[in-house]
């Protein structure tokens, strides 16, 4: 038998989240629950997770209830964007294009200069950085992508910025 483990939709994963909401006590309204789902990773565990943290932050906040403008408040100070990436992800990506002109470098030195272990690296943000695009394996090292320098704001070496 062969399987292959699918990342959640964003609409499977509000339904977890909402789920997960009644069962914790906690007032969400739909598009809230959208909000949290979409920056999870399609992983229940991290929606489950940061339903919890925005919780905490819409309690102190926001009258204690999960609305899209509270659940993305709570969202952005714990520096999530709206395709999942922590500071980590965004500091690996970042540290390649700055240090080593987006690649390729190897694992262990990006390990060594972020001060992650190289374990965590590749079974946790590589994957789904790979996933979205902005991280390639070659045989010479990680790259990262065009779409990578994109979604941070980095042009490319060679690109010309078109400031209008």
Do not use: W
């Amino acid at each position: 038998m062969i399987a292959r483990l699918e990342l959640y939709s964003g609409e499977e994963l509000s339904q977890i989240v909402n789920r997960s909401a009644g069962i914790l006590g906690i007032e969400i309204d739909p598009a809230g629950a959208l909000e949290i789902a979409s920056r999870s990773r399609g992983t229940p565990r991290i929606a489950n997770r940061l339903l919890k943290r925005a919780r905490d932050y819409a309690q102190v906040v926001c009258d204690g209830v999960l609305t899209k403008e509270a659940a993305g408040l709570a969202l952005d100070k714990m520096e999530i964007d709206a395709l999942g990436l922590d500071a980590i992800d965004r500091r690996l990506l970042t540290t390649m294009i700055r240090n080593y002109n987006g690649g390729p470098v190897g694992l262990e030195t990006i390990a060594a200069v972020i001060g992650e272990e190289a374990v965590t690296i590749e079974d946790v943000y590589e994957p789904y950085l790979m996933q979205l695009g902005f991280l390639s394996r070659t045989p010479r090292g990680r790259m990262v992508s065009p779409a990578g320098y994109a979604h941070l704001g980095i042009p490319m070496p060679g690109q010309q910025r078109m400031d209008v």
